[in-house]
């Protein structure tokens, strides 16, 4: 776990932050770093909404609803009442144990924190059956994005889909039917998570491969794990509309701006993924940034996870896609 504490240049009460965070921690593995923040454009940057701030992994686990950039004093309110310049060891032992809990659920379940689904068709993931061809067509299609950055006419799939004694057509209904693709009223392929026919908001530069547009921030982080090669995602946060990219490199991740995050929801009211989950998947420049769209989106819950979270969560996801 990475604990950076954010502070203004002799703030008073980052010392006593530090000395808190080294309490709760009680010898547990973590990097601590002091970070200066230097007016109002770092604060910004890096997501400090007063001095001291305290982030967990890039996330500020006490930031209020609608806090926004600042190089002022930050006070405390614990759960007694007490105000302090800095969170209580307690309340830092809760945020950290929330934060191991949060690492956990993003390998095993993406959808811990209730109804969220990014995994995909409730809980049961994006790898189709094997059966009745759907597996070999829905890997045809996935390589033919990949390899030409286009979505392939059914036409094409006819010979995969006729070794299992069918027509492209069946199984790319079943495969829709089932959300591990969509089609549009002519019955092409608009989309294949994490492949989208028409562009969106996150375009990926595959190593080797096609330029492709992706359906969301986590279908985009997951393409690296499923083809196996390196990419660049380009995309914008759509709060403020500057650039959010990640690099990957032998399979290492590095984001610009350092303090990107992933905010993870979910529209109600059910649906394919299409519809209800890939406009509310996106990069954010910072906390504060991803906090923005928060609030101004009441009616999607959901939850911004930290970059290896993210990561874990596209892994997840679609690392096994193309497997034999």
């Known amino acids: 776990m990475r604990i950076t504490v954010l502070t203004v240049p002799e703030c008073p009460n980052a010392p006593l932050a530090v000395e808190r965070v080294t309490a709760a921690l009680a010898g547990r593995a973590a990097k601590v770093e002091l970070v200066e923040v230097h007016g109002q454009e770092q604060a910004a940057a890096h997501g400090m909404t007063g001095s001291p701030t305290i982030l967990l992994d890039g996330l500020d686990p006490f930031a209020p609803a609608g806090a926004v950039p600042s190089v002022s004093c930050r006070l405390y309110r614990d759960a007694d ?3 302090s310049g800095a969170p209580s060891v307690a309340a830092l032992r809760e945020a950290l144990t929330g934060a ?3 690492d956990a659920a993003a390998t095993e379940d993406c959808c811990a924190t209730g109804a ?7 809980g049961r993931g994006r790898r189709a059956p094997a059966e009745r061809g759907l597996r070999a067509v829905h890997q045809a299609v996935l390589r033919h994005f990949a390899d030409t950055g286009t979505a392939p006419a059914p036409d094409l799939l ?4 006729a070794q299992a004694g069918r027509t492209a057509r069946e199984v790319l209904g079943e495969l829709a039917a089932e959300d591990f693709l969509t089609l549009d009223e002519a019955g092409q392929i608009r989309a294949a998570y994490p492949f989208s026919a028409v562009p969106t908001r996150h375009r990926v530069r595959i190593d080797g491969g096609a330029e492709v547009w992706s359906m969301c921030a986590i279908d985009a ?6 083809l196996e090669a ?3 995602i380009s995309s914008t946060d759509p709060v403020n509309g500057r650039p959010v990219t990640v690099t990957t490199y032998g399979g290492a991740a590095t984001w610009e701006p350092e303090d990107a995050v992933v905010f993870v929801g979910q529209r109600p009211g059910g649906g394919p993924a299409a519809t209800v989950c890939c406009d509310a998947l ?3 420049t910072s906390t504060v940034s991803a906090q923005t769209w928060v609030t101004d989106h009441p009616g999607i819950p959901g939850r911004m996870v930290a970059q290896a979270q993210a990561e874990d969560i596209a892994r997840q996801t679609f690392g096994p896609l193309l497997a034999p």
């Open 221 to 226: 982080l997951g393409i690296p794990p499923m």
């Open 230 to 232: 390196d990419v660049l």
């Open 116 to 122: 969220l689904d990014v995994v995909g068709r409730a």
């Open 100 to 102: 191991g809990r949060a």
């Open 81 to 83: 009442g007490t105000v």
């Open 158 to 161: 006819e010979p995969v889909a």
């Open 282 to 284: 996106n990069f954010f």
